[in-house]
Every structure is written in structure tokens, then in C-alpha cells.
């Protein structure tokens, strides 16, 4: 079999594992079940979810079964690990909706084919909502010693803080993913467990738990959180977090976002989260350190990663709007895609009916737009080939605007020069 450790090694995903020395080849010995477990607190991912979720799409592509855990159940209580305050409470039907919508995310990445390797999604609500209190506590709490709880870096970290505690649910989220970890042991053989370092904790409690219930012997391993080279958390923008629903963060905006990365950042993101081979990979970075300006490590990471999480259309969608912020003709954008793309260009609504009948002189457009402080200066900019219309020049200065002139449903994106835009938005 393929020696996953090493290459999850060389691509810096392994932060931790309970048993570095024989994990290797206990990979390799025949195909295992793996789980990593998701909590479905918003209607869709993150970029912080790509680091649990390569690694299971990597187990798959290495001839083991994934298993992808929405956590219906613990999703109602909160992880305590790496916050520094308790969570809202999500309501029953919000919970319902979000874990829907966190499925189909899930089919970019695994697959789902019906194999014998064919990814297993579950939703911990199927069993632990069949629990009653006391039975809780008598089958699976009595197996559990506080101390140990205690000592767990999630839960002491925030016993330490004098400005916020740790509520009885929230230190009863570990006893819950422990039993997630057991569970899929007894009814899926799930002998490994992945997730961020910040979940180590909640990971090596469900070891032991199978270890007191059933005499059996599991594994676990985390990969780094996603963060930058100077330490903050990476997949912030000024609008929020990075999602990986379209109707969240746009394919334009998810695909900027990596365009625009540091180049301190990008080489360890496109070993976290491309499928490039060693060889290649380190070919593009050396290319990428000779001529830094091109960015072409940066458009290799942003063109894989946009692909596989938006597919092959949502990439196109990105790439056009890209070459429209550079001047390519716009064409096939709706007005969501341009307003995107122009978010910062100043824009004016003018009633529909102007570009009826004789439609609306271009001059008047310029003007009306703020691209011309005159008739005057809008006369010379067209007779001097600087005036465009949906970035293609129009050098009339007779020239008329109608219906057809349109970049979308309702809107015209005009240019003086080669990047003074402003658009003009058609309303009824």
C-alpha cells in the first residue's frame, strides 16, 4: 500500500500521534476505517474544516475508508477546546438545517461511490439521541475519572481564565465525542481518529474510553490549525470567515483570497491542500522563488483549490471575473458576479427607461457615472480612445446606450482609462 504517514509527513499535516513508531506500518498492513468529526455550527464549512478534511480524502485515495461525522448531537452542546467563551445554543431546527447543508459539502471532497473504500457519512444524533440522562451516566460517565478530564489542556485552559468558567455541558462535550470514537469502533472497526491539535484532548479521551468499555486499542493523530506564518488564524477577511458555500464566500472572492496569500503562506498550502507530488510541488516553488512577481504559486494553489471545492464552472466563474477586474470584455457575469468583483467602484442607480427608444448617449453615461466632470472632458475622452463601455472601447462620441449594452441583468460597467471604472445600475 501507499505509505500515507510519510507523505502526510512531508506535506506537514501531522502535528501529533499516540504512536509514532508503529503507526506507519500499521497503515500500511491493510485498509482502515478513519473518522474525523464536524460540528455543524453554520450551514456550511470553513477553510479551518480542509485541514480534517484533506486528510480523510487523502486515507481514501490511500486505500482506507473515511468517515465523516456532523455532529447533530454534539453540535447541540459546544466544544470547549480553543475557545475562550461558551458558545450560543443553536435551536433544534437551525442544528437540522445547517447538518444538511454540511453534507452535500462533503461529496466535493470524498466519494461516496458504495466501495469497499466509499466514504461513510453519520450523524452522532442517530445514537446519542437515543440515550436517557441516567443511562448516560451509568454506561459511559462512570468510566470516566474527573482528574484525567481535568487535566486536559481544553478543559484546564479555561478553568485557569478568571474572566469566563466552563459549564457543566460544555465539560460534558469531551464524554460525548469520546463516545462518538467508540461507537464507530463497535459498529465500523474506526481504529483512527483525525482532527486539529486543538482536538487531542477530546481525541485521546475516546482512546481510553475504548480502551476501559472494550479492552480495544485505537489510535489517534491531529494536523496543524490553518494559520499563517506570523501565527494568526488563516481564512480571515474583512467580510468574515472564508466558507466554502458559494452563497457564503463567492468562488471570485474564495479564488482572491488565495491569489492574494503571502508568499510566506503559500507553499504550505499547497502541500495541505493540493494533490501536487513532492517533485513537482518543489519545482513550482523554486520557480515561484526565481520570479516571485508572476504569483504562480499562488495561482496554481487558488485554480486546484477553487476547483475542488466550487467545481470546474465555479473556477471558470472566478477566473473570468478576474480577467474582468483586468480589463477582459465582461460577458456571461450576473449582477451578484460584477458586484463582486466592482465591490469597491462607485456605482449610481439610473431609472430603465433611459435606455429606451434612442437609448442613452454615451457622453451623458460619463458624466451621469462621476467619469466626467463635463460634457467637455467626456467628448475628449471618447475622441481620444479612453472611454469603454463593459471594457470594450467605444471611440464615437455619437455613440447611444440601449437594453443590449448591458454587462447583466442590470448593470453597465463603464472605464476611463485603464482603471477608473464605475457602474451604472438600470432600475425599473
Known amino acids: 500500500m501507499h505509505d500515507l504517514f510519510a507523505e502526510l509527513r512531508w506535506r506537514g499535516l501531522i502535528n501529533q500521534t499516540t504512536d509514532d513508531e508503529h503507526l506507519p506500518a500499521w497503515l500500511m498492513e491493510r485498509p482502515r476505517a478513519v473518522y474525523a468529526g464536524f460540528d455543524p455550527t453554520a450551514?456550511?464549512?470553513?477553510?479551518?474544516?480542509?485541514?480534517?478534511?484533506?486528510?480523510?480524502?487523502?486515507?481514501?485515495?490511500?486505500?482506507?475508508?473515511?468517515?465523516?461525522?456532523?455532529?447533530?448531537?454534539?453540535?447541540?452542546?459546544?466544544?470547549p477546546s480553543g475557545?475562550?467563551?461558551?458558545?450560543?445554543?443553536?435551536?433544534?431546527?437551525?442544528?437540522?438545517?445547517n447538518v444538511a447543508a454540511i453534507q452535500r459539502q462533503f461529496q466535493r471532497f470524498l466519494d461516496f461511490d458504495g466501495g469497499p473504500h466509499s466514504a461513510l457519512l453519520v450523524n452522532n444524533y442517530d445514537w446519542m439521541g437515543r440515550f436517557g440522562y441516567l443511562e448516560f451516566?451509568?454506561?459511559?460517565?462512570?468510566?470516566?475519572?474527573?482528574?484525567?478530564?481535568?487535566?486536559?489542556?481544553?478543559?484546564?485552559?479555561?478553568?485557569?481564565?478568571?474572566?469566563?468558567?466552563?459549564?457543566?455541558?460544555?465539560?460534558?462535550?469531551?464524554?460525548?465525542q469520546a463516545y462518538d470514537f467508540v461507537h464507530l469502533h463497535q459498529h465500523y472497526d474506526c481504529e483512527i481518529q483525525v482532527g486539529g491539535s486543538d482536538q487531542w484532548g477530546n481525541i485521546t479521551a475516546g482512546i481510553d474510553l475504548?480502551?476501559?468499555?472494550?479492552?480495544?486499542?485505537?489510535?489517534?493523530?491531529?494536523?496543524?490549525?490553518?494559520?499563517?506564518?506570523?501565527?494568526?488564524?488563516?481564512?480571515?477577511?474583512?467580510?468574515?470567515?472564508?466558507?466554502?458555500?458559494?452563497?457564503?464566500?463567492?468562488?471570485?472572492?474564495f479564488y482572491q483570497y488565495w491569489i492574494n496569500l503571502a508568499d510566506a503562506d503559500v507553499g504550505g498550502c499547497l502541500r495541505f491542500f493540493t494533490d501536487l507530488e513532492q517533485e513537482e510541488l518543489l519545482a513550482l516553488e523554486a520557480r515561484h522563488a526565481a520570479e516571485p512577481g508572476r504569483r504562480e504559486a499562488q495561482r496554481r494553489l487558488a485554480t486546484e483549490l477553487t476547483r475542488l471545492v466550487h467545481g470546474e464552472?465555479?473556477?471558470?466563474?472566478?477566473?473570468?471575473?478576474?480577467?474582468?477586474?483586468?480589463?477582459?470584455?465582461?460577458?456571461?457575469?450576473?449582477?451578484?458576479?460584477?458586484?463582486?468583483?466592482?465591490?469597491?467602484?462607485?456605482?449610481?442607480?439610473v431609472p430603465r427607461e433611459r435606455l429606451a427608444g434612442e437609448g442613452l448617449a454615451l457622453i451623458d453615461a460619463l458624466v451621469e457615472a462621476g467619469l466626467a466632470k463635463s460634457k467637455g472632458e467626456a467628448r475628449r475622452t471618447i475622441s481620444q480612445g479612453g472611454?469603454?463601455?463593459?471594457?470594450?472601447?467605444?471611440?464615437?462620441?455619437?455613440?447611444?446606450?440601449?437594453?443590449?449594452?448591458?454587462?447583466?441583468?442590470?448593470?453597465?460597467?463603464?472605464?476611463?482609462?485603464?482603471k477608473n471604472y464605475a457602474l451604472l445600475r438600470f432600475r425599473d
Open 137 to 176: 451516566l451509568r454506561d459511559v460517565g462512570k468510566h470516566f475519572p474527573v482528574n484525567v478530564m481535568l487535566a486536559k489542556d481544553s478543559v484546564k485552559s479555561r478553568l485557569e481564565r478568571s474572566d469566563s468558567g466552563l459549564s457543566y455541558t460544555e465539560f460534558s462535550y469531551m464524554l460525548l
Open 210 to 253: 475504548a480502551r476501559r468499555l472494550d479492552g480495544a486499542q485505537l489510535y489517534g493523530m491531529t494536523c496543524p490549525l490553518l494559520t499563517k506564518s506570523d501565527g494568526t488564524k488563516m481564512g480571515k477577511t474583512e467580510s468574515g470567515a472564508l466558507w466554502l458555500a458559494a452563497e457564503r464566500t463567492s468562488p471570485y472572492r
Open 387 to 418: 472611454a469603454y463601455v463593459n471594457n470594450r472601447r467605444i471611440d464615437r462620441v455619437e455613440a447611444r446606450l440601449g437594453p443590449d449594452d448591458r454587462a447583466s441583468e442590470s448593470v453597465m460597467v463603464l472605464r476611463c482609462g485603464k
Open 43 to 79: 450551514d456550511s464549512l470553513h477553510v479551518g474544516h480542509l485541514m480534517a478534511l484533506m486528510i480523510l480524502r487523502r486515507f481514501q485515495k490511500a486505500g482506507h475508508r473515511p468517515i465523516a461525522l456532523v455532529g447533530g448531537a454534539t453540535g447541540m452542546i459546544g466544544d
Open 83 to 97: 475557545k475562550s467563551e461558551e458558545r450560543n445554543l443553536l435551536s433544534v431546527e437551525v442544528l437540522q438545517a
Open 313 to 349: 464552472e465555479g473556477l471558470a466563474i472566478a477566473q473570468r471575473a478576474t480577467e474582468v477586474f483586468f480589463g477582459a470584455e465582461i460577458h456571461e457575469l450576473s449582477d451578484a458576479q460584477l458586484g463582486e468583483v466592482f465591490a469597491d467602484v462607485k456605482s449610481k442607480e
